[in-house]
């Protein structure tokens, strides 16, 4: 059974910096794609950034200078760090996972940037 657990949601004001970790457990390595999705209230989930078991990443437009995607591979783990936070952050984030035949996710955590 895969799980992906997520932590280091919170509140901070726009301009600052949060930092996300994910956990992965189960039949998933750091050879699969991990990536971190969100989804804005009333709107369709984006993915955000992808990165590859070889390290090669992906980043939507509109966080690209602003956020930092890395991986522990002994530690099982993937973190997004965030900088220079905007309001049109706000959202839940969620840490998926590519697997063979299917994608896993995280439980989300909600970020919210203030004005």
Known sequence: QVQLVESGGGLVQAGGSLKLSCAASGMISMNNTMGWYRQAPGKQRELVVFITGAGTTNYINSVKGRFTVSRDNHK?????????????????????AWGATRMYWGQGTQVTISS
Do not use: F, G, I, R
Request: proline share 5%; hydrophobic share 30%; aromatic share 10%.
């Open 76 to 96: 099982n783990t993937v973190s997004l760090q965030m900088n220079n936070l905007k309001p049109e952050d706000t959202a839940v984030y969620y840490c998926t």
